[in-house]
DNA sequence: GTCTATAAGAAGATAGAC
DNA sequence: GTCTATCTTCTTATAGAC
């Protein structure tokens, strides 16, 4: 058998992010994550001392793949507005997705408000983290303190309405026609 | 030991139905119900073949009082956008159960749309009626079918736009604040 | 570090006495 | 109709061989 060392507890922290986006945290077992990774399930106390310090892992490992996606973004393009557009054109991307499972860090916060109090709160630093950032850009775009800070309210608001309401109605057109019109109200900014 | 008979049904109903919303259904086991209600857990497959079938009823039971409420919105009222703002205002009321455990509605869809694509058909369902009405309320005043259909649609989005954002930023002052705005919102239509 | 076996308890569901 | 006891399976977690 392979020795990977601590590529493995990555790759379990990869298999089960995706995981606990398409099935729940609550809904997710050892099992589940053993046979999806090859890996016996237990070895995974090995790595982490519980299933709960597993998720804190995964949200401070999709916490880092933010940050970096941020980094690029800021690399990439040099306008504030064309990454904030980009932000957008990325939840185009993930259409199929968010059609399915919803947000990944909406429903994440949603499900651990039900039960997991302490955890729930990791789940919105992921959250708070983001606004952070999209309220940044708008500051770069010469708004005030104030302003920026709404804008980027309305943007998450804007983004988290229209996901819920195409993955409830089961309308993937809706989904990609409003993420067009945030598009072009961000233009507006 | 009472016999409540067929009242029971709609007592077991109602316990799951606050404990569904409140713990998620995967996280709600007959074991909560039957502590909550005080019947012991055998019974409950007298009334229901399967936990599946007790939140088939608990849906059919949410459309009932939704359509109930709709029905006394439009006694008590006799202007559409009167109707519209008291659904409004009902959200400000549960205000302090939507931080905690997000929309009835869409929390539940978003959880079975994670592993029971049959039962997220029909909390859509709930979904789908509450658009209708709210469509409606707007033709009553003079929309034509186009605009109503896109108004019903973006005052869905703002409220659960809303909810997500108060609900993970953990910010009940922007919850209320926003409810406000879309009752201003809906006064301008 | 890796793996198997298993403990301890909770889940949904059923049987059968009353 | 109501209740208890129990079956089966699944869960998180641990023990211990290799």
């Known amino acids: ?21 398409q099935r729940g945290y609550n809904q ?30 995964v949200i401070d490992s999709v916490l880092e793949t933010m940050n970096q996606r941020f980094r690029q973004l800021e690399a990439e393009f040099d306008r504030p507005l064309s990454r904030l557009k980009q932000l957008v054109g990325l939840l185009g ?4 997705d968010v059609m399915q499972y919803g947000c990944p860090l909406g429903s994440l916060s949603v499900e ?36 920026a800070e709404n804008l980027s309210l309305e943007l998450l608001a804007k983004i988290q309405g229209v996901i819920i309401v195409g993955h409830a109605l089961e309308d993937k057109t809706y989904l990609l026609n409003e993420i067009q019109k945030i598009a072009a ?3 507006q900014q």
């Open 185 to 187: 109200w961000l233009e």
């Open 112 to 147: 651990l408000g039900k039960n997991n109090q302490e955890l729930k709160s990791s789940a919105s630093e992921l959250f708070k983290v983001l606004q952070n950032w999209i309220k940044q850009q708008f500051s770069y775009m010469g708004k005030s303190e104030r302003e």
């Open 93 to 96: 991307e993930m259409s199929d």
């Open 28 to 57: 997710t077992s050892f099992r589940d994550i053993a046979e999806a990774s090859g890996i016996p399930k237990g070895n995974f106390y090995y790595y982490f001392k519980s299933k709960d310090e597993l998720l804190n892992s």
């Open 1 to 21: 058998m392979p020795t990977r060392g601590e590529g493995n507890r990555q790759y379990i922290i990869g298999v089960a992010t995706r995981l606990f986006y």
